[in-house]
């Protein structure tokens, strides 16, 4: 066999072998995640001593359990002010004197936040990490061929990070896996459930094109009227004052994207791999720019055919990952959707040449986004996205109209 037949066909990666891998990337996820949750219930952190006894250790749900506490004061605005998220923070966790996770969503995320902030810190941190995975595994369970049983999504590296760190890429996912199974059959429903990616507007965006694109009428209207319906209950709960203090959070995140090189190693967009290779920050704007214009004319052309909810769902969460550079590796959930989307395609007609290799390490990247971005400094992130993409335009190629 030729070095390239060896991926293209991937013989070797039959149903055995893939079952015996997952097994051991499941039980080495599993005991990781439970060291970690230990580590956090005792007071640490990887690289953070425990400065307070008895305190927690910090995750990034920290920033929004701490944003959910002020909101539950009385002073939903100060979510949004570092110094008073600070406070809360240091209160509860063992952190670095100096060290602040900044809450920079918008206040329909707070608004979702609330009910966990009512409990205790790693209560609340159960709880959120608890009703997303279940969200999610539910949907992508029904999304792969029934044959394919619990364990590839208990193994795939997606939840690694969201789970570890109690981050929100399940619900993002999970609206776009729900979506899927539901356009076609409950089209108000399916619509609604993107709807709710207004809490992450910059993966939102592909929405209305796919929906416009598909002339799915019922669902572009369904998915508007829920994400006005939470905007206006965040602004009626939250307050006006809530929106100016995100909106003058706005400039912060910009630097954070365009100057801080020690956060780039967690995104996974075309926009990171320009700026690590050195180029100018205006060229990286522009790559990225071309890059998304063309992923969104083709996710209309794809679309508009009409291939069914689950290609078109499996094209919008790649797209959408592809579309903005402030994509992290927690985000990396969503290609869940197209994995398991091509995974039900090819229980059916086989696997297409090079479909094993390249679905292959899209489900294992998230596992290793971060230490080959940040690391090693190979962003390859986007291109791993790219073959994803192409996957699932063959494959909807094939569907039809």
């Not at 720019?289 to 094209?315: D, N, Q, S």
């Amino acid at each position: 066999m030729t070095a390239i037949g060896f991926f293209r066909d991937a013989h070797w990666l039959h149903r055995k072998r893939a079952r015996a891998y997952a097994v051991m990337l499941a039980a080495g996820m599993g005991l990781a995640l439970g060291y970690h949750w230990i580590s956090l219930a005792l007071g640490h952190h990887p690289g953070v001593p425990a400065l307070a006894p008895g305190k927690l250790g910090p995750t990034d749900f920290l920033a929004f359990w701490s944003a959910g506490r002020l909101a539950l004061a009385g002073h939903p605005a100060a979510a949004w002010d570092l110094a008073q998220l600070a406070q809360v923070e240091h209160a509860v966790a063992a952190m670095e004197p100096r060290a602040t996770l900044a809450f920079f969503y918008p206040p329909v995320f707070l608004l979702l936040c609330l009910p966990f902030a009512a409990l205790p810190y790693f209560a609340g941190f159960a709880a959120f990490v608890g009703v997303q995975s279940a969200a999610l595994l539910v949907a992508l369970r029904r999304l792969l061929p029934a044959q394919a049983g619990w364990l590839p999504l208990l193994a795939f590296p997606g939840l690694l990070l969201n789970a570890a760190t109690g981050q929100n890429g399940f619900i993002s996912a999970a609206c776009v896996a729900a979506a899927a199974l539901l356009l076609d059959r409950r089209p108000v429903t399916g619509g609604a459930a993107l709807g709710l990616m207004v809490f992450k507007p910059h993966l939102a965006l592909c929405v209305p094109v796919a929906l416009l694109a598909a002339r799915r009428w019922q669902a572009a209207v369904a998915a508007a009227a829920t994400a006005s319906a939470l905007l206006l209950m965040s602004w009626w709960v939250l307050g006006t004052a809530s929106y100016q203090a995100f909106l003058n959070s706005l400039p912060q995140v910009r630097d954070a994207l365009d100057n801080h090189r020690e956060d780039w190693g967690k995104l996974q967009s075309i926009f990171t791999t320009v700026r690590l290779a050195g180029a100018p920050l205006a060229a990286a704007y522009v790559v990225q720019g071309i890059l998304a214009a063309g992923v969104v004319i083709w996710l209309a052309r794809l679309c508009w055919r009409r291939p069914g909810a689950g290609a078109e769902m499996a094209a919008l969460g790649t797209a959408a990952l592809l579309c903005t550079p402030h994509v992290l590796d927690y985000d990396l959930a969503i290609t869940g959707v197209p994995l398991a989307w091509i995974a039900g395609r090819a229980a059916g007609s086989g696997w297409r040449p090079w479909e094993k290799s390249v679905a292959g390490a899209a489900y294992i990247w998230p596992l290793l986004a971060r230490i080959a971005t940040q690391d090693a400094h190979l962003a390859i992130g986007p291109f791993v996205l790219l073959g994803l993409l192409l996957l699932v335009a063959r494959r909807a190629a094939e569907m039809p109209a």
